[in-house]
């Protein structure tokens, strides 16, 4: 078909989306031009991250084509009808087995239609209220959530503005208490970890009143080894700081695991060891950092939960969706407009919460099991932090524009050349010149490893002078010549790399960060990651896949916090958007850089990311 070819020739189509398009025309030689042309565009569309097409948005997909090929794309859709299209070979409606569904007006792989199917099917089943004593509950919330303003003392935030407000993190835990499914999303310095262990103390106590002898099982997860870790520190501090029984706190884990890990990952099988078939021995799984769980992943991860099991995500949907296709956690908390729960549920809130009575009229079920946290605990009032994610969020040019202007002493905006990368190395090299001194001394493999996650370089790109693929490159010559790292081949003392692919018989996956350091007692040099809490050493040559990363991309480093990042934002249309500014911004801590021109920075904000699916359809009935 012409038009493919004229597609791939201008990078509009994969080799993949051309191959797919015409093993159907094998299996259904009289098959239409049109359903060749949505196949070929269905395929294409999955490996930008959406789960289908929808038929009445294509002329957005074709927009950005050459005129010609929009004028044939659009002669092809209105010289035929979509439902027509349906046969037994090729496009079915799910009922049986075919390589394509249609589905109202999205057209799908059948694989990711039955994914989306599959997830939207069970979340609805689990959202359902537990049985409990209210009495009990607000004891329990009046305890773990008194009034504690030594929270935000040296955060100098408004209390005065904020005490006459519901306590969102009482709301949240509460809902994850009332509900066998809570799906809780809030912004960075939310206190997201804080409030779901408080809410597992209850949940435990509560449990020890029906059952003295047993008890649960809890699991802690998240998507990536850098993750796991971070929610594991935030668990153990949080739980250190509960006003409960040592009794109590001794049963709240402190290790989470990546969800590879978790669902048994096995080497050389596509297929985990967990499944629907052979479920997960547990009573309560927590997910952080729900924002990266793709699509395929939430459904085995579904699959393998045990029907009585109580599921908690927690995430922030502001974030970049998954790097796979699919946005899961922003689907499920696209809550329409005038939409809240059920009177039950706004009932129970009221009696265990103070929270006052919803003027929206449209109750859905499911709404009882989503809540938001919206006050941050780590950025101060005077933070340009907080006032610069804030803007982005809001979608306002202006804002952004104001913040940056301003003067705020942990914001700084540096001039970027297109064509030189020089000062940005010189910047890297100043900000990681602690490290680079930390492994010269061979200090401990635990304080190299501190001092490195102090400061991250993050990239929307990888390829050109401002991917991470050309800085790190560079910024390795210029260490080298500066005598601040020792290259002999390609690993040298010092070298941080990132895994990027799982290899399941060493338990390193995607995504998981180590240190290249000599080992003190066999003075080899070994790499580092941390697992469970400690670091474990592995021999360079047994490493999966990996790549250098003094510069990571910004989608790499969701699950990652640093003291301090710089973000490099250049003009690249496609890739910039709200939600990689928003993410990159709320990665740092105490203070953060950007690097690149005013207008691409408020530019971006005008570009959210939206993911084609119909999972909030599903969910939501929209």
Known sequence: ?????????????????????????????????????????????????????????????WSAWPGLLREEANALLAGGSVDTLIDSL????????????LDKDRMYLYRYWQYECQ?????????????????????????????????????????????SQPDGQRVAAATAVMQSLAIISGGPGTGKTTTITRMLAIYLQMQRNLNPEYVPVICLAAPTGKAAARLSESIGQARAALDVGEDIKNLIPDQGTTLHRLLGARPGQAAFKYNLDNPLHLDLLVVDEASMIDLPMMAALLAALPEHARLILIGDKEQLASVE????????????????????????LRITCDLPESAQTKKLLFADSVAFLTRSYRFSMDSGIGALARAVNNGSAEEVRHVLQSGYPDLQQLPVSVTDNSQLLQHMLDKYRAYLAAVTAQ???????????????????????????????????LAQSRGLIDMNGRWYPGRPVMITRNDRSLQLYNGDIGIALVDSETQQLKVWFEQGGALVPYITSRL?????????TVHKSQGSEFDDVTLVLVEEAKVVSRELVYTGITRAKKHCTLYGSLKTITSSIDKPTVRMSGLAARIWGV
Request: aromatic share 6%.
């Open 443 to 477: 200090e401990s493999p635990e304080a190299i490893v501190k001092r490195f996650s102090a400061f991250q370089v993050l990239c929307g790109l990888r390829k050109g002078i401002f991917g991470i693929e050309t800085l790190n490159a560079d910024f390795e010559k």
């Open 544 to 552: 999966p896949q990996h790549e250098t990363v003094f510069a990571m």
């Open 90 to 101: 090729v496009l079915g409606d799910g009922s049986e087995l075919t390589p394509m569904v």
């Open 325 to 348: 296709a699919g946005s899961v956690l922003g689907d499920l908390c696209s809550l329409p407009e005038q939409v809240r729960g059920s009177n039950h549920m706004a009932e129970l």
């Open 119 to 163: 997830v939207a099917c069970d979340l609805l089943a689990r959202a359902k209220p537990i049985e409990f004593d209210v009495a009990f509950l607000k004891e329990k919330l009046d305890v773990l959530f008194k009034q504690d303003v030594s929270l935000n003392v040296d955060q100098n935030i408004d209390q005065s503005s904020s005490n």
């Open 1 to 61: 078909m012409k038009l493919l070819d004229d597609l791939h020739t201008h990078g509009y189509l994969r080799p993949l989306d051309i191959h797919f398009a015409q093993w159907l025309t094998r299996q259904q030689p009289e098959m239409p031009e049109l359903l060749v042309l949505l196949a070929a565009l269905t395929s294409q569309q999955l490996g930008e991250g959406h789960i289908c097409i929808h038929l009445g948005k294509l002329e957005v997909i």
